[in-house]
């Protein structure tokens, strides 16, 4: 009897020991596959930025540059301007982020502390523009800013980008400002502060992390953003980022290699930024509406 | 003393927001000329052409297809990410990022990249399908294909923000439910089915609609894949209305398609304008 029960449990025991092994291995070959799906795009830009002229279009595809050489690199930056191109993508993108969050920290603020006539209207007009489609501002305001000749200037898009990035500054931002003990402004008052100088004075500086979160996000956006630049840009020395890749390939010129490389730069802002705000991405894509 | 905070938002939301819808509005009842420099009124005429264009309805179907193919499967590819996930592990962090990193970059870029991996010749796709003993597919020529590989290029830019939205709710959920679930001798698929979904079902909503707005508006992805062809076989609302306004300058008739892109989106996220002004109401 107690021998048949001893066996019945070694028994478990190696069956169970195959079953670890096995959910180890699917857990590994998932996780890889996760991996391999979400890298392998950037894996190849970076891969294809790296290769020569002839490597490129090598009737094979080659997994590694097998002659690694910086010439594409070389050519964005000595033919095409490419310095100047990141200049004004990262001019645009930081004018637009201060003042979306210096404008959005103010409306924030009002919006988290008072109540005041009209308060329901502008918080549902601010989810109504996230709404509403690009395009439906994009071709009015073309023809706006030509008529006080504003098109093919940074400042059109700097006002363009600010106010699609208002409505994310300002839903994450009041999700900031909520957070704060509203006891710390009350016995200011009570000290004499005016309401502006509580909000300079002792406000802001408590949510200095939720304001760089906020600007970092509006960077990114702006920085990505391509239909506006497209359409209110012509100079070439004027164009942003994701405009003058989309140049580089296209029916009559196809250029991977110096494409490849202005991709892989136009990451790098990007990815330095985010890994250190990752878990602020989420409360500002869904508008405060899920706290990541 | 408010004023002093909302003078500038409200100042800004009315030149560039509410002026610039009224203005299209006001534009839609007219035709522009931009070489004769006058417009005329025209009534309704620009939205009976549009109403009756077949291209218009092609783009409709074409919008369709992409955002239901799309979002459909960013929510079941992300919400199955982030189950995964949502346990110990090691590097756990380093893991999430690299799942991320797709929707952070510029959509530009990413369809860029697409572009070179879909070339029929030296691309690397057709190469790996070649290897397994599968054929070449015209991934953006072919009228077939071409709107499926911009589906796929959404799908893998945009799973990781479903992902992200669901592994937070998840992390959120007590785990003494799945406990006493346990003890009660329910399985792993009940525990999901009864405990894990019901709690998800907010998120997933909020993940499907906030989804469905941005799939609805598609216009760089085509732009840089495709053009809108092979013919119009990727033509998108938000591409028509460019072609008209842009390249034709036809700002009458755009401005009018824009206008019915708004009523759209409006009726698409109905759900989502009624929970913002519940919200609204609370705050």
């Not at chain 1, 891969?47 to 540059?65: A, D």
């Not at chain 1, 001019?91 to 109540?115: D, T």
């Amino acid at each position: 009897m107690s021998i048949t029960r001893f066996e019945e449990n070694r028994l478990h025991q190696v069956e169970s020991k195959w079953k670890i092994i096995g959910n180890r291995g699917l857990f590994a070959g998932i996780m890889a596959f996760i991996v391999v799906w979400s890298l392998f795009p950037v894996y190849w830009m970076a891969n294809n930025s790296l290769k020569g002229r002839l490597e490129q279009f090598s009737s094979i595809p080659t997994f590694y540059p097998h002659a690694p050489t910086l010439e594409n690199y070389h050519r964005l930056f000595q033919e095409m301007g490419f310095l100047g191109t990141i200049g004004n993508s990262a001019m645009v993108a930081f004018v637009s982020s201060v003042l979306a969050v210096a404008f959005g920290s103010l409306a924030a603020y009002a919006l988290s502390r008072y109540q005041f006539k009209g308060k329901q209207v502008l918080l549902a007009w601010i989810l109504l523009t996230r709404i509403f489609p690009p395009v439906a501002f994009v071709i009015p305001l073309y023809s706006i800013m030509g008529n006080v000749g504003l098109l093919n200037t940074r400042i059109a898009l700097i006002l363009a980008y600010i106010v699609f990035n208002l409505p994310f500054a300002i839903w994450m931002l009041i999700g900031f400002f909520s957070e704060i003990p509203i006891e710390i402004e009350h016995s200011a008052q009570v000290d004499g502060a005016s309401p502006f100088q509580v909000f300079r004075q002792i406000v802001l500086p408590l949510v200095a992390p939720g304001l760089a979160a906020t600007a970092i996000f509006s960077f990114v956006m702006s920085w990505n953003e391509f239909m506006y630049a497209m359409i209110f840009i012509q100079s070439p020395d004027l164009v942003t980022v994701p405009v003058a890749l989309s140049g580089l390939v296209t029916e009559y010129l196809v250029l991977w290699g110096p494409m490849s490389a202005g991709g892989i730069l136009s990451t790098i802002p990007i990815l330095v930024f985010v890994i250190f705000l990752q878990d602020y991405l989420i409360k500002g894509l869904t508008l405060g509406a899920v706290k990541g | 003393m408010t004023w002093i905070f909302l003078t500038p938002t409200v100042v800004l939301f009315l030149l560039l927001t509410v002026y610039p819808l009224f203005y299209a509005a006001y534009t839609s009842f007219f035709r522009v000329d931009y070489i004769l420099d006058q417009s005329t009124f025209v009534g309704i005429q620009n939205y009976q052409r549009i109403i009756r264009d077949m291209n218009f309805w092609n783009a409709v179907k074409n919008t369709l297809i992409f955002v239901v193919s799309a979002v459909l499967f960013e929510l079941v590819l992300g919400t199955a990410f982030a189950i995964f996930f949502n346990k110990e592990m090691k590097y756990r962090k380093l893991f999430r990022t690299i799942v991320l990193i797709p929707m952070l970059l510029p959509p530009i870029t990413v369809a860029l990249t697409w572009k070179m991996m879909y070339a029929y010749d030296q691309g690397v796709l057709n190469y790996l399908l070649e290897v397994i003993g599968l054929g070449r597919i015209e991934w953006l020529s072919s009228t077939t294909w071409a709107l499926t590989a911009i589906i796929i290029t959404d799908i893998w830019q945009w799973t990781p923000f479903v992902f992200l939205m669901v592994l937070a709710s998840l992390q959120a959920i007590p785990e003494s439910l799945y406990q006493s679930a346990r003890v009660s001798g329910a399985t792993s698929w009940q525990c999901f089915r009864y405990i894990t979904l019901p709690l998800l079902k907010p998120t997933l909503t909020l993940a499907l609609l906030l989804r469905t707005i941005d799939t609805f508006r598609v216009f760089d992805k085509m732009y840089v894949l495709t053009g809108g062809g092979p013919g119009n076989a990727t033509e998108t609302i938000t591409f028509y209305i460019y072609r008209y306004g842009f390249r034709y300058f036809h700002t009458g008739y755009a401005a009018a398609g824009s206008i019915i892109m708004v009523i759209m989106v409006c009726g698409v996220s109905f759900l989502y304008i009624r929970r913002a002004f519940r919200t609204a109401n609370a705050k």
